[in-house]
């Protein structure tokens, strides 16, 4: 019994053949070890996108947070900006006071990169539901001002006396120019 295969036939069973191997090698060689990198490289990646997203998430908190507490305390913002004139000052609360006096500013120690004014004032006035008047205007008012105790009263005559000091704070413009130069370099 003769077998009859013409050449035609061969060279495609060699071809056939020589492709089935080039696949088996370019398998085991290449996909399955590159499949086994790309499966540990997914793991990976899929751990640090879960982190992104943590980040990302705690991010847009505290990014809502932050702009949340800026226009919330907004006058407070500002106020730390303002500079600190006695004469505006004794205008703007003089409504309260029949008299308001204030002593010479000056310049107390600094306290946490905020620059500390010291402010000796002496008032009089007809009762004392104007010096509490006083006290809330200051917190709605255009510095940020700490009074301190003890605050003095004394009648005299139809009036009350009163004197206190007031501790004004406001950013320190020389330590915020000094930092923006250092972050700018």
Known sequence: M?????????????LSLFLFLFV???SFGLLIPEGKEYRIKRVEMKKALHEYRKYKTFHDETLQTLKDLQ????NIITAFDRTFFPARFEQQHKAEFSSLKIAKVKRAKDHEGFSVYEVNTTSHISSPTNF?????????????????????FKRDGEM????????VYTNSKDKNATASKSVAK
Do not use: C
């Open 24 to 26: 088996l090698i370019f």
């Open 2 to 14: 003769k077998i009859n295969i013409s050449r035609h036939q061969i060279y495609i069973l060699l």
């Open 71 to 74: 226009s919330k305390n907004r």
């Open 160 to 167: 009350i006396k009163s004197s206190f000091t007031m501790k």
């Open 132 to 152: 509490y008047d006083f006290l809330d205007a200051l917190n709605k008012g255009d510095w940020i001002i700490g009074v301190n105790f003890p605050i003095k």
